[in-house]
């Protein structure tokens, strides 16, 4: 999208505000939100804020930094019309006062991992799908974990109560650009799945953190809580991200197939699924962010805890879609939509990339149900498991040889720095399970 083209749609919608948008390095969107006096001087990359304001970007004596949009990103938001005055969003790149590219902008750190890619001769292609719950808020407005939603996988309504508001998620992705492949009621009571089409890596982490705002802010017009945490409640499926991803040549053909190779799979994609293996255990941290991401990563509830994959088994870590020719592509099935896509998206690649660069050779697929193996034969296939806790995945993740160039110098060091606090914090608290068990009997 050009500028002029930006500036038509702004007068011809009447949009009175604007919002710039970025992403801080724990996934979290912030936006600067202008008039429409001062819209010319967005579009030109001339508005500075505070870098120090947030976590993780820089400290206090170098604070000013400038937000620099992404043309291609403008959009109209639906849901933010009153009395024919329009709002619009475009997301931003953080720019130092200098001039040059803020390497702590996740945004900017995954566009020079995917210019590493792109040297290599290769783009990449990712397709997320963001399972969420919907919940009633609580007496006091708060979000709860009740939903009168009884439904399960694929039910319809009047079971599936969140059926009017998972339509109007849609209709408001849709125009808003988004292509919408289907929806569906997931297997959990109260939980939902809404997939829209895959774009290049870039767009992909856009698209999934514009995603999930949408959905939370249309949620709330029903009196609904979506919440993207993996595990809101004990005992049923947690949600995931499942992220396809594919490489593609320089001349648009997907690298991933071969027609005339076992699985259709060319080398190209042996080594990446490879290179993902090798690595998953030390990029859990990124793709699996949160304490709480570890209480669905538990056999039982189809989240995959063993490294391994399978052209058919949906217990592995790895799955391949049946889909070929230019749908080749890898499912990875680990991640959890509470993840940065951006720092996720670029973990992800560079442990590809790796395998690639290296040659490495994937072990057998393991094409049995991996949760009803015993511990013995896990062993014996050579099948390991992802971190059982975000302690664990920290100290992986630290010792991970790409992970400081996957991330960036200094978004590797504030990032651990961050888990560490949030994992320090969670080891001190007293939880509800605590005064449950031993209150009464000590």
């Known amino acids: 999208m050009e500028r002029n083209e ?5 007068e011809e919608k009447n949009v009175n505000f604007f919002r710039l948008q970025f992403v801080d390095i724990f996934g ?59 709002a619009a969003r475009i997301i931003c790149d953080v ?9 702590g902008c996740p945004r900017v750190n995954l566009q020079r991992v995917l210019d590493e890619a792109k040297k ?4 990449m292609n990712v397709g997320t799908e963001c399972e969420f719950f919907l919940f009633h808020m609580d007496e006091r407005g708060g979000p709860s974990i009740e939903s009168n939603d009884v439904a399960g996988y694929f039910d319809v309504d009047p079971d599936d109560t969140g059926i009017d508001c998972r339509r109007e998620i849609i209709e ?57 945490m993996p595990k809101p409640v004990f005992g049923i499926n947690g949600s995931g991200m499942h992220t396809n991803q594919s490489l593609f040549n320089l001349d648009g053909t997907n690298a991933f197939y071969d027609e005339n190779a ?16 090798k690595n ?10 949160l304490v709480n991401s570890y209480k669905r990563l538990v056999p039982g509830y189809e989240a995959p805890v063993y490294v391994s994959w399978s052209a058919s088994n949906r217990s592995a870590l790895i799955r391949i879609p049946a889909s070929r020719g230019m749908g080749t592509r890898t499912e990875v099935r680990c991640p959890d939509p509470a993840c ?66 996957a991330l960036g110098e200094h978004i590797f060091e504030k990032y651990v720095a961050g888990k560490e606090k949030e994992w320090d914090e969670y080891r001190t608290a007293v939880t509800d399970w605590e005064l449950q068990n031993y209150m009464k009997n000590y």
Do not use: C
């Open 6 to 10: 930006i500036m038509k749609i702004i």
């Open 28 to 86: 979290f969107m912030k936006n600067v939100a202008i008039p429409r006096s001062q819209i010319e001087k967005a579009l030109d990359g001339k508005i500075m804020f505070d870098g120090s304001s947030i976590d993780g970007f820089v400290r206090i004596n170098e604070s000013d930094m400038y937000l620099k949009p992404d043309y291609n990103s403008f959009t109209v938001l639906p849901w933010r019309t009153h009395n024919g005055v329009n």
């Open 95 to 103: 720019y130092k006062s200098d001039g040059t590219p803020f390497y």
């Open 120 to 123: 290599m001769g290769f783009t």
């Open 172 to 228: 408001t992705l849709e125009a808003m650009g988004f292509e919408i492949e289907a929806s569906h009621h997931e297997v959990a009571e109260g939980q939902h799945e809404i997939n829209f089409k895959y774009a290049d890596a870039l767009t992909a982490a856009d698209n999934t953190v514009t995603f999930k705002w949408v959905v939370r802010s249309i949620a709330a017009k029903y009196g609904f809580h979506a919440t993207f």
């Open 262 to 277: 076992p699985l259709q799979l060319s080398q190209t994609a042996y080594h990446y699924i490879a290179g993902i293996l």
């Open 280 to 289: 998953a255990k030390g990029f859990a941290a990124v793709t699996n962010p």
């Open 340 to 405: 940065n896509p951006y720092l996720a998206f670029a973990m992800m690649l560079k442990s590809g990339m790796d395998g690639i660069e290296n040659k490495i050779s994937p072990p057998a697929s393991t094409d049995v149900d991996i949760f009803k193996m015993t511990p013995a034969e896990k062993v014996a296939a050579g099948i390991d498991s992802l971190p059982a806790n975000l302690k664990e995945a920290v100290e992986l993740l630290k010792q991970n040889p790409i992970a400081r160039d």
